[in-house]
């Protein structure tokens, strides 16, 4: 994500639709999370960890990356009724932020960048998870703002209870 991140949808132009301009997507979730920001980071970036608390079904390494196995160029398979979605980390800032795409995937949206944010507050960690996207089919960007918002609010809430 760049500077200046804001999580105001901005109007921008789709590729193969040279006069139909299309809203970008943007979510942006934060959970304080009682426990310390070395303890929140290892178990947010422990990719496999995911299938037992974060509600997204089965979380496999299909690459490692550096440092490993879970650093940049880690792609992480997210599998759930049948459909896969892999994720690359592109940045891995330990223990502060991490930052992600999705490579490939059956869902219907397009460029998914994501960022993760980890700070020290209160003795413990406010995580603050954003993404932006775009939807491959017209007219149904909000509702996939609304699911994937609540995805993510889902699965820091479930981390928040295994860290409490």
Request: overall charge positive; hydrophobic content about 40%; glycine content about 10%.
């Amino acid at each position: 994500m760049q500077a200046g991140y804001t999580p105001r949808a901005a109007r921008l132009t789709c590729r193969g639709m040279r006069d139909a301009p299309t809203l970008v997507q943007r979510v942006e979730v934060q959970q304080l999370i009682g426990a310390p920001i070395e303890t929140t980071w290892s178990r947010y970036t422990d990719h496999v960890s995911w299938t037992d608390w974060a509600g997204m079904g089965t979380v496999r390494l299909e690459r490692q990356g550096v440092p490993p196995p879970n650093g940049v160029g880690c792609v992480r398979e997210i599998s759930s009724f049948g459909v896969k979605v892999y994720e690359e980390v592109l940045s891995f800032d330990a223990p502060r932020r991490m930052t992600y795409r999705i490579v490939r995937g059956g869902l219907p949206i397009s460029d998914h960048l994501g960022e993760v944010l980890f700070e020290p507050r209160d003795g413990g960690t406010l995580v603050t998870w954003r993404c932006q996207f775009n939807s491959r089919v017209p007219g149904l960007g909000g509702l996939f703002r609304v699911f994937i918002a609540r995805l993510f609010r889902s699965a820091l809430r479930s981390l928040a209870g295994r860290l409490a």
